[in-house]
């Protein structure tokens, strides 16, 4: 099963975020797996850096970047999807539609770079490796990215799970497990779901010394993805699992989503 179309990828993004799902909650209010996702997020973010300028490549509605903008860090959000730039830009952010394969803006600029959304919705490694080219390009020597993957194994587990299992393997489901190609009968618009060792190996390959790959949410994740409301007795339970299990190789792919600490060398 060969990847979808990038172009047809880029035509669902803009109807998926522009007119369907509602990104700006899905941090906050949608799940309790939301604010679990967005505090280990931020706290890897600020264990790792301090204040500077920091581009967020791909920052939605701009959930994280307006948490580390009121923080101290000197923000500027670029994001594809007209839709979010206004969101952004109305929660007080400096906000610019453009795209993660060509950033508008100008090289050796930035201290951080977030990457938490391009990669995953990128079918090729051409395009991957594109992404994070001009990530590097954006960041000063010694600049530190963070760049977030979708786990392959939490996306054949939403597929193939409380399913019969198959004579034979169907087709998309081994081209899931064994390529990371989504399957079309999916909605979300996806291009590519990562091993974390695949992930690590993406970024080195792109120039990026990295530190470690983590898994964000840890095992407790998908769980508390199917739960509306939590208590903070939980939710600290959970990133207790999560701080736990981290970067333990094969448990961090129980994570929704995979985190690469990395940084252009000096």
Known sequence: MRPADQRSIDERIQTYYGETFDEGARLTSRSAQGPLEFRRTQELIREHTSCGRLVDIGGGTGVHAKALQDDGYDVHLIEPVQRHVDA????????????????????????????????????????????????????????????????????????????????????????????????????????????????YEEISQAGFEVHDVHGVEGPAGPLLEMANDTDDELLEAALTIARAASTVPGIRDQSSHLIALARRPL
């Not at 952004?88 to 959304?117: C, H």
């Not at 019969?164 to 087709?171: T, V, W």
């Open 88 to 199: 952004a830009r109305e929660a007080g952010l400096e906000a610019t539609l453009g795209d993660a394969r060509d950033l508008p803006v100008t090289s050796g600029t930035f201290d951080v770079a977030l990457l938490l959304g391009p990669l995953y919705h990128l079918a090729s490694a051409t395009d991957r490796r594109l992404s994070l080219t001009e990530a590097h390009r954006a960041l000063k020597p010694g600049g530190m990215l963070f760049a977030a993957a979708l786990s392959r194994n939490i996306a054949f587990a939403s597929l193939s799970l409380a399913q019969e299992i198959p004579a034979q393997m169907p087709d998309d489901w081994a081209a899931l497990l064994i390529t990371g190609t989504p399957s079309p009968r999916l909605r979300f618009p996806a291009g590519h779901y990562h091993t974390a060792e695949e992930l």
